[in-house]
């Protein structure tokens, strides 16, 4: 394996635990100045760009914080904004003392507050709304100023409110306009009456609050700090991020794609924590006794004689003693769909999360045999290289397509948010013989180049990636290096994500001597930009793919160039590389693409629908009068049936598993329907068909490229 960029890694995080460390002292026994000390040491000494904690700086975060807390202005008053604004220059001083002052003053505010609005919320919906009154409702939150007294609150708690329930009546009135049709070929109507459902609309809207704030509830003051802190290590860039303990145990699981546990997730409601879903080959579903649905009353451990009650509890607490070691046992006493108090024994396990993982599947056109392969994240397990990770999957699947007998590969990129560098650097070694695959800048540093090293080549035919513009960093790494070898032909948007920055994430509990404070949790920080071999950063300007398409997201503001405090785009010298020598004629499959989607119908109607879905996005009035309402919604939806035959398009394409997830399937039922489900939506994907007939036609012109040059040999 190519394992450089791993001990990069390792030397960073090495020395920063070992040596800048050991000189400096972090033993503050009040945990939340101890937790800005070491985040503002580590992103002075680390961060790629450190910037100056200075009164702009101060200012920023007051504003993103406050939106942050109170985005839809329905919790502070102008008078509490003055009274904060008093630090607003002044957080910079507060971040190089520790002090936290502000955050006290505001969080106690904002927990009074949140107190104030359960009863103005509750107390509004009581009454009947009038949807007969002509009044209009403003969507656009950042415009809202902050209201001045109690009445002007309940007046904008109130048309919130009012505007959620407009919708759940709307719902309401469809819903009995179907059931009457239904009724009517019966004979059994029975009417509600307009005040009735008024009634159950506004209950609706009233136990989703419920809900919110239920889950509002059950968050700690730690929890409101760590907001606090990620609004202080954005500023910075948008991917530097404070971890509180229950997050990094999340970034862990879903970068590594696996977890030890029941394999069941878990959702708290009002009436407690709730199974609403098992997860496939976990040992819940092996053992077939927890159902979804199913309420957890009590959890008692192995070695324990008494359950504990987790009714009430917060769900992350509640987790904590539902999951556990490989190998031990957990009884759950449960409260059953049925009603029955029922108790089962769960072996704990490792639960793979089998959506994290590559899959791949065999396309047949026209005769001949393709793959497509479908990576939705770059995974590993950074403890230990090689365990699963994304390198290793895609070789094997790779391998088990060859068998098969494809002719080319479509990578699926789409949705792809990157992950670890290590396994794009292995990935892109998989279609190349050796050489430089991105090159990586340290401030203050030359730059590295990451490279493959292995000369053997596991797919040497035709390759197209597909991307959009949620495809990011590593993603574009690998699209970015196909492309500039000419190895493949990139399909998608106008270009990908933009994220051309390296992070690492360090246990802030590594810098702490004698800690008593419990888990610091981590920080995830940026300490590198990485650069195409050609030179050019993916930073902002991502990857221009080879044949422009358009679809859902080409007219909204997604991308790295969209978001707060991005670092700039730069260039640095080309690597040294050699372009892929073979036969493929990639200009002449270009432009035959290129036609072949500027005369697609699907795709001209892709590209009115997402004009249409920003517009739709974009409006920020509505009107809370119900006739008005709705005749806006029939507007809406006559005009969401010109979009209606995107659903019903259908490719020539068969698709199905390899032999090996054939053999899977007969013992899970669950993997096949998302097979199935899948394969469905493959056969109606327009951006797949194309892969698929540029990789037709490379083929083809490889096979005639390579007559002509075999014939020019025999003539010489």
Sequence with gaps: MKGNYKFLLLALLIAFASCSFTSKKFEDPDKDKLLIQLITYLLDQGHFDPKDINDDFSSHVFDTYLDNIDPFKRYFYASDIKEFEAYKNNIDDQIKAYDVSFFNLTHDRLLQRIAE????????LEKPFDFSKEEDYNADYEKLTYVTNKQEMKERWRQQLKFSTIANYDDAIAQQFSEKEDAEKSNTIEKKSKKKIESEARLMTKKSLDELYDYIDDRRREDWFSVYINAIVEEFDPHTFYFAPEDKERFDRDISGKFEGIGARLQKKVDGIVVNEIISGGPAWRADELEVGDQILKVKQEDEDEPINVVGMRLDDAIKFIKGPKGTVVTLTLKKVDGTIQDISIKRDVVELEETYAKSSIVEKDGKTFGIINLPKFYISFEDYNERNAASDIKQEILRLKEEGVEGLVMDLRNNGGGSLQTVVDIAGLFIEEGPVVQVKTTGEAKEVLSDRDKSI????????????????????????????????????????????????????RMVRNNTQGDMGALKFTTQKFYRIDGGSTQLEGVKSDVVVPDRYSYI?????????????????????????????????ISKSKARMAANEQLKLID????????????????????????????????????????????????TSLPYEIKLMDKDSVLMEKRNRWHKALAKDVYVEEAINVLHDLKMTYAIKNKVANSDSVKN
């Design 608 to 655: 009115a629908n997402a004009q249409w879905v920003k517009k739709i996005r974009d409006r920020e009035t509505y009107s809370l009068n119900y006739e008005d309402y709705k005749k806006e919604m029939e507007i809406n939806e006559e005009e969401a049936k010109r979009f209606s035959k995107l659903s019903e398009y259908q490719t020539d394409l068969t698709f």
């Design 117 to 124: 609005s359960k009863t103005i919320y509750s107390d509004i």
């Design 557 to 589: 503001n997604i991308g790295e160039k969209d978001q707060e405090n991005p670092l700039p785009w730069d260039k640095i010298d080309a690597a040294d590389y050699e372009v892929w020598e073979n036969y493929f004629d990639y200009d002449t499959t």
């Design 458 to 509: 596991v797919w040497d035919g035709p390759l197209v990636i597909l991307v959009n513009e949620l495809s990011a960093s590593a993603s574009e790494i690998l699209a970015a290096a196909m492309q500039d070898y000419k190895r493949g032909i990139v399909i998608g948007s106008k270009q990908t994500y933009g994220k051309g920055t390296v992070q690492t994430v360090m246990d802030l509990n």
